[in-house]
């Protein structure tokens, strides 16, 4: 199983901004968290971070043929980006979206939402731990 876990703008800020909404834990503990666990099942995982919305989608496309599923954080890219969207649907890899924080629950503008529509799954406020949800979500769908 071969699988991409995709963030977007800021994620790598994790730690660092706002640990009253994200906590203290920084992007690295993500990074190994996520691998650990890849390990432990047998999934083969590539990381991405960009802040550059061209960059995602690049990415996106990219994985087409080549990976199982994608697990994706756009960030603030959920609530602007057609182009992520478009990416998504384009590669018809099935993905799942997740959130460390619940946006539907805070501003305002966090509830338009392009990403999901393109997503077979939303995981949201479920802090760190919402990643590996997304993650045997996506194992236990393409392994049935």
């Known amino acids: 199983m071969n699988l991409l876990v995709i963030n977007g703008c800021n994620i790598n800020m ?3 901004r706002e640990p009253e909404l994200y906590g203290t834990d ?3 503990d993500l ?3 996520i691998r650990k666990h890849a390990s432990k ?3 083969n995982i590539e990381i991405y971070q960009s802040n550059h919305e ?3 989608v690049d990415k996106i496309q990219a994985a087409y043929g080549k990976c199982d599923g994608i697990v994706i954080n756009a960030g603030a890219y959920t ?3 057609l182009a992520i969207m478009d990416a998504l649907k384009a590669v018809s890899i099935p993905a799942i979206e997740v959130h ?3 946006p539907d629950s805070r501003e305002e503008f966090r509830k338009v939402n392009f990403i999901r529509p393109a997503c077979i799954h939303t995981i949201k406020g479920h802090g760190f731990k919402g990643y590996i949800e997304a993650i045997d979500y996506l194992k236990d769908r393409i392994l049935s």
């Open 31 to 33: 990074v190994n968290m």
């Open 100 to 102: 460390v924080t619940d």
């Open 54 to 56: 061209g960059d995602l």
């Open 79 to 81: 609530h602007t980006s």
């Open 41 to 43: 099942i047998g999934a």
């Open 26 to 28: 920084t992007y690295d």
């Open 14 to 16: 994790i730690g660092i």
